[in-house]
């Protein structure tokens, strides 16, 4: 299964961007599925997550300000991430929850401030 991230940018600091999963076949009704970032320097870590009854979970560090969401008809899974911060800045994947072995090509968010 392909899962291909998109929706990073730069922005500035308070400034908003919806992320997109797409996956290559139906996955989202069967798997938990989550959102990870990679910041430099530091290790890959769970960002959001939405198990298969549609329950969220979230990082402390983005409660309040971060949103996922999933489309099973449409196959896409969504990050809506409001007041962003430089903090934020990181590359941005989807994976299962818990993640397959398998990484896609993230998204790079880069945030200014």
């Known amino acids: 299964v392909q899962l291909q991230a998109s929706g990073g940018g730069l922005v500035q600091a308070g400034g908003s961007l919806r992320l997109s999963c797409a996956a290559l076949?139906?996955?989202?009704?069967?798997?938990?599925m989550a959102w990870y970032r990679q910041a430099p320097g530091k290790q890959r870590e769970l960002v959001a997550g939405?198990?298969?009854?549609?329950?969220?979970r979230y990082a402390d560090y983005v409660k309040g300000r971060f949103t996922i969401s999933g489309d099973n008809a449409k196959n896409t899974m969504y990050l809506q991430m409001n007041s962003l911060k430089p903090e934020d800045t990181a590359v941005y994947y989807c994976?299962?929850?818990?993640?397959?072995?398998?990484w896609g090509q993230g998204t790079l968010v880069t945030v200014s401030s």
């Open positions: 994976n299962a929850m818990p993640p397959w072995s398998a």
């Open positions: 939405i198990g298969r009854g549609g329950t969220t």
């Open positions: 076949g139906s996955i989202f009704s069967s798997n938990g």
